[in-house]
């Protein structure tokens, strides 16, 4: 459940952030830009609660 969690809020903050970035620069929104924004997140935020942060919490 976690892991879809971590999905959902990874689409949406990567769509906002890519929403407001587009429209700033007066670009059209780019789709599957923000879906690989939110894919590489998504993954950055996998490794390091499960492998980076919990290797260092049971010091």
Do not use: Q
Not at 2 to 26: E, H, K, N, P
Not at 37 to 51: E, Y
Request: aromatic residues 8%; negative net charge.
């Amino acid at each position: 459940m976690r892991y879809l969690m971590t999905i959902i809020w990874a689409v949406l903050i990567s769509s906002t952030l890519s929403y407001v970035l587009s429209s700033m620069a007066g670009e059209p929104f780019p789709v599957t830009d923000t879906l690989v924004l939110s894919a590489i997140v998504s993954i950055v935020i996998f490794v390091l609660g499960d492998g980076v942060l919990k290797v260092n919490s049971e010091n």
